[in-house]
């Protein structure tokens, strides 16, 4: 470096600090966010405001630049990301950077951004980087879900749809549903305790929404019925729903002779339209159960596989049977996979030539899906977008 060029970077030092002095406040504010932002996520909380501060006001404007980001938050689905400038006008020395949220009825984990601030005219961003998280804590009960997936036809030759729940209003309808309540520890020794709390069933989104939940060893689920209130004989039945997977996850749409409360099980008859077990989440079972009593109790049944390690939990599938007097034929997506003739319970009598009623539910533990382990995840959940019955 040449003298001469030194001199003259002294030169233009002084010149700037000789101009700075001019100016009767000349202290360079720095500018600083005071706190980090958290609020729920609901309609009152619709904008995070942030508070940004100089440590000093000056008789210039100051402003500062400004960009939000995001770190678990996802932008445009969470909140906005946008980019923007502050002003001080002079004499203040507080300001207020807005980010506007997205509210949405859907459960979601607590997400974070972060407004970072970015450059300034006449301040300095204190420390050289401000930054505050914003942090958008869960106010949903509400679990998301795809409507994707296989839909039913709405309409068969000869046939009338007699029947249907669609779930389309906002709760679960009296005249449709009732509950079984309690049953930790029912015949399959079963873990779960069924309520009839808004945590484990309700109606959201046009699907009914049955959730298994975990707390500490303690489980809760819900079992929905028809008895009493709907009750069929004979039909084409389509029940379209997301299943629940995982060891120990037992979801079940089946049906009981309507003779249960007097005759008893088996001799009721039982109808699955459609069982999994969640540590095997890409194949279904239909089944009946018979028997004139407990001992004499027999059943038999099939099971159809989704192809390519897809599961049922992934979107929607319509599970089907098509019962007559002749007989039964279970379906998933309209393919046919098992059936049984009116001989099929040999010498003891055929109850399927009765009025049923459905139950819907999800077990979790038991004898046949075993119980939950390390691997299961909670909550798990049965959608049901509808169930129509046609004859
Ligand atoms: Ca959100
Ligand atoms: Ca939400
Ligand atoms: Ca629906």
New binding site residues.
């Given amino acids: 470096m040449t003298q001469h060029f030194q001199f003259t970077l002294y030169l233009v030092f002084f010149m700037l600090i000789a101009c700075d002095k001019d100016e009767p406040s000349g202290a360079v504010p720095s500018i600083s966010f005071p706190i980090n932002v958290s609020h729920l996520?609901n309609d009152e909380n619709a904008v995070f405001e942030f508070p940004v501060v100089l440590n000093v006001s000056t008789n210039r404007d100051v402003t500062v630049t400004y960009e939000v980001k995001p770190i678990t938050a996802v932008a445009g689905e969470d909140f906005i990301a946008t980019t923007g400038t502050l002003i001080f006008p002079q004499g203040t020395a507080s300001g207020t950077i807005e980010v506007e949220i997205i509210v949405?009825?859907?459960?979601?984990k607590d997400e974070q951004f972060r407004v970072v601030l970015t450059g300034s005219s006449n301040g300095v961003i204190a420390g050289g980087l401000q930054e505050a998280i914003g942090t958008i804590r869960?106010?949903?009960t509400v679990i998301q879900v795809t409507s994707d997936g296989y839909e039913a036809a709405d309409s068969y030759p000869g046939r009338a749809l007699v029947w249907s729940d669609e779930f389309e209003t906002n709760q679960i309808n009296p005249q449709h549903w009732t509950y079984d309540l309690g049953a930790s520890g029912w015949g399959n020794q079963e873990l779960q305790n069924y309520t009839s709390s808004a945590e484990n069933s309700y109606v959201a989104n046009g699907n009914l929404m049955i959730v298994a939940k975990e707390n500490g060893s303690q489980y809760t689920s819900a079992r929905l019925k028809s008895i009493d209130l709907q009750e069929f004989q004979y039909g084409r039945i389509d029940v379209r729903a997301i299943l629940p997977f995982g060891q120990g996850i037992w979801p079940a749409i089946w049906m009981l002779g309507a003779n249960f409360p007097s005759s008893g099980w088996p001799a009721c008859g039982e109808i699955d339209i459609m069982e999994l077990i969640g540590s095997s989440p890409g194949s279904v079972h239909g089944t009946i159960h018979y028997g004139n009593s407990w001992a004499q109790h027999q059943f038999t049944g099939g099971s159809r596989y989704l192809s390519g390690g897809q599961t049922f939990a992934e979107e929607f599938h319509v599970f089907s049977i098509d019962w007559n007097e002749n007989g039964i034929t279970w379906l998933v997506d309209d393919q046919p996979f098992y059936s049984v003739d009116n001989n099929v319970t040999g010498n003891q009598n055929y109850p399927f030539d009765n009025p049923f009623f459905f139950i819907m539910n999800v077990a979790v533990g038991g004898q046949w899906p075993g119980y939950p382990n390390a691997t299961t995840s909670f909550p798990q959940f049965m959608a049901v977008d509808y169930v129509r019955v046609y004859q």
């Fill in positions: 996520e949405d009825d859907f459960i979601e869960n106010d949903d």
